[in-house]
């Protein structure tokens, strides 16, 4: 039971670049999500999802987009890299329908990630 | 705007003493959940404690427990004979009607030896 994982770890782009990052959970959690950290701050909801085939936008979605073919699987698509996007990216997941309901979220350990 | 605060940027702690930190919150939601969660140097997220909104008694985790106080709005933690490796970011969340987090910016504690 891997738990919330997430691919790369590290990565740097150039401006304009575009990558994936992917998230995974065996947790069998309906709802996904993605956040960004930056220095000295909490954490901000980019997207989230709440179950297979929907996505939902947080409170800072721009120059980001989603996807969730998969209840396990949850990507965030980033089309033309910006250094302001320079930042520390976690998935989280929560809620086993089997399990009765809790909202506690588990986190990925994190993808760091430099715009140049 | 329905938000998390933590008065305390940081603190310093000797070690094997209780320490608090404090959280209020912002809310107009008749359910919610109240979290702690824990960021080391290395960077994971750790989840620690949950606290429920219709709960009647505090939340105990070990040396973990949250002061739940609803009418005043806060969820203080309390850690209880502090360790060297409790050093790290501490950040308070509460659960919104879409099961989504709200994040305070987080206390730094360090625990002196």
């Known amino acids: 039971n891997a738990g919330v994982t997430q691919t790369p770890k590290f990565r740097v782009l150039k401006t304009g670049q575009s990558m994936t990052l992917l998230c995974a959970q065996d947790m069998n959690h309906e709802y996904m999500y993605w956040y960004r950290q930056d220095p000295g701050m909490g954490l901000r909801l980019i997207h989230y999802?709440?179950?297979?085939?929907?996505?939902a936008k947080g409170e800072v979605p721009d120059g980001y987009n989603v996807s969730r073919l998969k209840k396990q699987n949850f990507l965030l698509g980033l089309e033309s890299a910006a250094p302001s996007q320079t930042s520390v990216y976690f998935c989280?997941?929560?809620?086993?329908?089997?399990?009765?309901?809790?909202?506690?979220?588990?986190f990925g350990p994190g993808t760091r990630l430099t715009v140049l | 705007a329905q938000k998390i605060t933590q008065t305390q940027p940081g603190m310093f702690v000797q070690e094997k003493e209780a320490v608090t930190l404090d959280c209020t919150y912002d809310?107009?939601?008749?359910?919610?959940?109240l979290f702690w969660y824990k960021q080391p140097s290395s960077g994971e997220m750790i989840f620690l404690i949950y606290?429920?909104?219709?709960d009647q008694q505090n939340a105990t985790e070990g040396r973990y427990s949250l002061n739940f106080q609803k009418a005043r709005k806060s969820a203080n933690l309390v850690i209880s004979a502090s360790q060297l490796g409790d050093s790290a970011m501490y950040f308070c969340a509460r659960s919104n009607s879409n099961y989504q987090l709200i994040w305070g910016a987080g206390t730094k504690l360090i625990i002196k030896p």
């Open positions: 989280a997941s929560s809620y086993d329908p089997s399990g009765g309901f809790t909202d506690t979220q588990y």
């Open positions: 999802s709440v179950g297979e085939g929907t996505t």
């Open positions: 809310t107009s939601d008749p359910s919610y959940g």
């Open positions: 606290q429920g909104s219709y």
